[in-house]
């Protein structure tokens, strides 16, 4: 009752901090739990202004340098990665699946970014070319921050920090290594328990995939421009088997409509795992789909997930939805040289659909990709690139390539040489049901931290057979018409403007 007595006894923590324990009333109760929370949350408080981020990220840079794995715990101590995976998971979760994004008057210009894959030198070495996130320039980062580069706990925090340090600045959308699946195959799972070890590190990845699960899947830039990851994605309905579509039948088989933007806003982000079924659909699309130069829409047979969409249905879509421009990013160079019908991508850009209401287009951010190659003699040495947006319309992109920066300092290789390409036959089951050609590894694509929303459980695509459809070559050459930036100037990780170590 309300005359009863507070006993107070002093407890040890296990790990050396002292709270006081409070027994026998309600009061006591309270206290003792806002005792415990705050010497869980002591020494994870964060200088989220700009100067004291751009402190942390100077710091992060700082253990990159020394080639040693263990240096990073020391300069970026678990809990402060704990605080930052918990602050972000709490912005990131109440957002919708689409950014819409109306500049502001004092917004010059927006770089969007693509895939970094852990290749932190080189994505400082971006940030000094674009320019830091401010009022004035928007950076949009297009997924696949982490995995097959030795950095990716490094990188995904720099991004991180710099989205809550400049929240209104910084665009974050989800890849598809942003998955556990992924992960645990690419290295990512490895690396962070290498560098936080078993326990902290085994909490810390938890905590990264709760933060992967509610990343957002899209944004569109003042009505025109469409940024997302792999691309576009199905309406959930195959059309019927002989319908005549174009000039073309399309016999013994079943092509995919493309879905709308109101799908898209009303979709679920796939959850930790997107695995291409049921109310992942939409968001495994999104993450895995790649362009063709054929017609259509139809299942992507080489990665086993997603779809491939062909210049006819990019057309249909920007015309229905009043877009000029799409950026994707999710395919490397050396990937796309296993398909030959459309543009390069070693200069890190590509034209990949152009059409009368306007241009599809990949950006690929990781230069000299992969970081490790078995034989020197396969390795691509491509460029990496962002693009710029600027007004007045905001839909006609400049590309600014880049080279590595070499020497890389020494790090350690987190995923196995003979790991499956995860451009081609990638180990998850087919949304049509398919397995895929490794069957030798379990994956648990069900997990239930921050699992699909329902809004699109309706989606039941049905299985596909079809033949390759008839060939049609929709490339246009590029021809720059845009001012194009090489860089090839080596800078060591003092002369970042203010990244300063």
Partial sequence: ?????????????????????????????????????????RGRTLPLDVDGVDGLIANIAEAVQT??????????????????????AKLFKPLPPVI?????????????????????????????????????????????????????????????LMKLSRPQSVIMLRGNHESSTCTKLYGFFKEVLDK???????????????????????????????????GLFRAGHACEPEKKLGNEFWSQEQLYSVGSLTQLRNSSRGGTDPNGMGSATVASDVLWSDPTSLLGMFENEDRGIGMLYGPDVTEKFMMAEGIELIIRSHESPDARAKRPTLPDLSGGFSIDH????????TVFSAPDYPQFVEDEALRVRNKGAFLILRSPNWATPEAVQFEALQPRPMAKRYYASDAPDSDIDF???????????????????????????????????????????????????????????????KISYESIEGFET
């Fill in 354 to 361: 152009d059409v009368q209401a306007g241009q599809l287009v």
């Fill in 427 to 489: 180990p998850v089951p087919h949304i049509s049901g398919r397995v895929s050609a490794t069957h030798d590894q379990p994956f648990n694509t069900n997990e239930s931290e921050f699992p699909a929303t329902p809004s699109d459980a309706h989606l039941d695509p049905s299985p596909c057979l079809f033949c390759s459809p008839a060939h049609i070559d929709h490339r246009r050459q590029y021809e720059p018409t845009h001012s194009i930036q090489s860089v090839s100037k």
């Fill in 1 to 41: 009752g309300g005359g009863g007595t507070t006993i107070r006894t002093k407890r040890i923590h296990a790990k050396g901090g002292t709270w006081w324990k409070f027994k026998s009333t309600a009061m006591g109760k309270m206290r003792e739990e806002q005792r415990r929370r705050s010497f869980e949350n």
């Fill in 196 to 230: 936080y070890g078993t326990e902290e590190g085994t909490k810390l990845y938890k905590m990264f995939k709760k933060v992967f699960a509610v990343l957002p899947l899209a944004t569109v830039i003042n009505k025109v421009t469409l940024v997302l990851h792999g």
């Fill in 67 to 88: 080639g040693n794995a263990n240096a990073l715990q020391h300069n970026l101590p678990a809990t402060n990665v704990l605080a930052t995976l918990q602050l972000a």
């Fill in 100 to 160: 819409e994004v109306d500049t502001k008057p004092s917004v010059r210009e927006v770089v969007v970014v693509g895939d970094t894959h852990g290749q932190f030198p080189d994505l400082l070495h971006l940030l000094r070319l674009a320019g830091k996130p401010s009022e004035e320039r928007m950076i949009v980062f297009n997924g696949d921050y982490v995995d097959r580069g030795s950095w990716g706990v490094e990188t995904f925090v720099t991004v991180l």
